[in-house]
């Protein structure tokens, strides 16, 4: 089952629960976890498994053959991007634009826009006990997440051992990183806090996930403070709160210090087991 754990926001605590329910759950099942947030990924703070691969992830930007062109200008036609322009006599190529698509390539009468592979950034992977971990981070100055994105959930279902959970650490928005991250997902656990910002970002949350056709459930981080107006909107959408995990200081000293929560707070660990007593439900039904 493959898991995607999703925000409207930054700082809700995806990475909080992601890491702790994915080390709760490789205690007694083989997990994987896969930090995509590639652009600063974070989950390796709390990771301290053995390193067993680390490689180079590219993406391919079509390279102008002037020679070979003849200036039609359908490449810059079909581009959806704006990353192929006709100028005069030049066909200029905004490689930050580029959304890899192949379309200029592809559809070029004369093959004058061959792809080239450029560097994206990194991936490794590592094991700890029963979990495999990956984390993927962009190169400083890339811009595309998405193909990296695109790449390592590819990775993770082709290469790795098919494990009984797939978790996923996504990056925070409604935006396109986030769609490559939950695109194939079971599941979606939007993890969201009790304030105005927290339920404004949730709304947008659940109706990009809806517009996917996504299942989804709610966790609600930091209950305690602001309001449970959060609490009312899940009711009248009709959308399962599968965990209430409490505000605390020693949530956040032991976050802080980059260890984790599960094992010291036994409100957090109980809140984990329901979040899996659930996913095991849910597997059942669907087998």
């Not at 652009?39 to 067993?52: A, D, V």
């Not at 379309?103 to 061959?114: D, H, M, T, Y």
Request: hydrophobic share 40%; charged share 25%.
């Amino acid at each position: 089952m493959k898991v995607a754990i999703a925000s409207g926001k930054g700082g809700t605590g995806k990475t909080t629960l992601a890491v702790n329910l994915a080390l709760r759950a490789s205690e007694t099942r083989n997990v994987v976890l896969a930090d995509l947030d590639v652009e600063e990924p974070n989950s390796s703070i709390f990771i301290s498994g053995n390193k067993l691969i680390e490689q180079q992830l590219f993406r391919s930007v079509p390279n102008w053959e002037k020679e070979a062109c003849t200036l039609c200008g359908k490449c810059a036609e079909v581009c959806q991007f704006h990353a192929v322009v006709k100028l005069g006599e030049t066909i200029m190529v905004l490689p930050k634009l580029c959304h890899s698509c192949f379309a200029c390539s592809e559809l070029c009468p004369v093959n004058a826009l061959p792809m080239r592979n450029t560097p994206l950034g990194w991936m490794r992977v590592f094991e700890q006990g029963k979990l495999f971990f990956l984390e993927s981070k962009l190169d400083v100055g890339e811009e595309m997440s998405a193909p990296m994105i695109k790449q390592t959930i590819a990775y993770m279902n082709d290469k790795l051992p098919e494990p009984e959970y797939q978790f996923r650490d996504c990056p925070p928005g409604t935006s396109c990183p986030v769609i490559a991250a939950t695109g194939d997902a079971d599941l979606v656990l939007l993890v969201t806090e009790p304030t105005p910002f927290g339920l404004h970002d949730l709304e947008l949350a659940v109706e990009a996930m809806r517009q996917l056709d996504k299942r989804m459930a709610v966790v609600i981080n930091r209950w305690g403070i602001g309001n449970d107006k959060v609490l009312r909107f899940c009711e009248t959408e009709r959308l399962p709160v599968w965990a209430i995990f409490p505000n605390q200081r020693k949530i956040a000293e032991l976050y802080s210090r980059g260890e984790l929560i599960y094992p010291k707070v036994q409100e957090f660990r109980e809140g984990l087991d329901s979040i899996l007593d659930k996913l095991d439900l849910m597997k059942r039904e669907a087998e």
